[in-house]
């Protein structure tokens, strides 16, 4: 090993230090918990290792609505957030007045916090014995019926939570996707304007192309974000996520270790590698469909 390779190495000795106490070790430290069945955090014993924490799991109710919570939010508001976004992003670029403060107004949402957004989402649909709440005032002025969309049906509560997590999501893929939009070669347009081409044409044959590796970077961190759903859904639903019927893997997680059913580390450590195995295979599949399908040069 040369001297500069030795400096690059001791230059990036903290930072794996870092990820080996605050990520490796805990990665390991869950899968062992994962397998020690009847784990009792106050005495630190268990009885016995096997994969009854994962049936166990994996039969439960509550986890079962947690997954089911958590698959609809990802199926539907990354494919939508994602398409909004761009269509957002290709209207930004063609403004050429105040763009930038068009772009500011578009981020604000992304650097206010979650839990009073969610605040904000349940005053707007809440229905309460002396308020409608803004939403239903409209639904109603177009002749339709008041819907409680927070302690109603589960469609409505499914709606709020999918309006609330595109909402959030969009400013950082707008800013994405506009910085992308500006990187392609003005050179591409022109000679495509000069054959006649028209401008869906270009859009689908050229732009599309060009920031096909930002889209699928933002599908799989969105996939990611979305997966991880927690604070949001508290924002809007409180804590008891179970009763709502409104919980996600990462809540029902955080149930198993803090909530009122707390106190089962190796339940928890169960679920969370459930939505490790998870992640890690929806990633996978979509690394291999971005190898196959996006524009590199």
């Known amino acids: 090993m040369n001297t500069r390779s030795f400096k690059g190495w001791l230059y990036l000795i903290p930072a794996i230090a870092f990820l080996g106490v605050f990520v490796v070790y805990p990665l390991f430290d869950v899968f ?21 924490n994962y049936s166990y799991v994996l039969r439960d109710p509550y986890f079962i609505q947690a997954l089911k919570n958590t698959f609809i939010l990802v199926v539907i508001t990354v494919p939508l957030s994602t398409l909004l976004a761009l269509a957002i992003s290709v209207a930004l670029s063609s403004i050429q007045k105040l763009k930038e403060l068009y772009q500011t107004i578009y981020f604000l949402p992304y650097v206010t916090n979650t839990l009073a957004v969610g605040l904000v989402f349940m005053i707007l649909f809440q229905k309460t014995p002396y308020s409608d709440g803004f939403v239903n005032q409209i639904i109603m002025a177009f002749g339709g019926n008041a819907v409680d969309f927070i ?3 589960y469609w409505a509560k499914m709606t709020v939570m999918c309006i609330y997590t595109i909402w959030v999501v969009l400013p950082f893929k707008i800013l994405i996707l506009t910085s ?7 050179d591409y347009y022109k000679a495509a304007r000069v054959d006649g081409t028209s401008s869906w044409r270009i859009f ?40 709502a019927g409104m919980n996600t893997i990462v809540g029902y997680v955080y149930d198993m270790l803090y909530g009122n059913s707390g106190g089962y580390p190796s339940y ?8 490790f195995v998870i992640v890690l295979t929806i990633t996978c599949i979509n690394l291999l469909v971005q190898r196959r399908s996006v524009q590199t040069s």
């Open 32 to 52: 062992i918990y994962s397998f020690e069945e009847g784990y009792n955090s106050a005495s630190q014993t268990y009885f016995g290792i096997g994969t009854y």
């Open 151 to 153: 302690d109603g049906p």
């Open 180 to 186: 992308a939009l500006a990187s392609v070669n003005p």
């Open 204 to 243: 689908y044959r050229i732009t599309l192309p060009m920031i096909s590796p930002m889209i699928f970077y933002l599908v799989i961190t969105g996939f990611i974000g979305a997966f991880k759903a927690y604070g949001d859904v508290v924002g809007i639903f409180g804590t008891n996520l179970n009763a």
């Open 268 to 275: 928890a450590s169960a679920a969370a590698l459930v939505l």
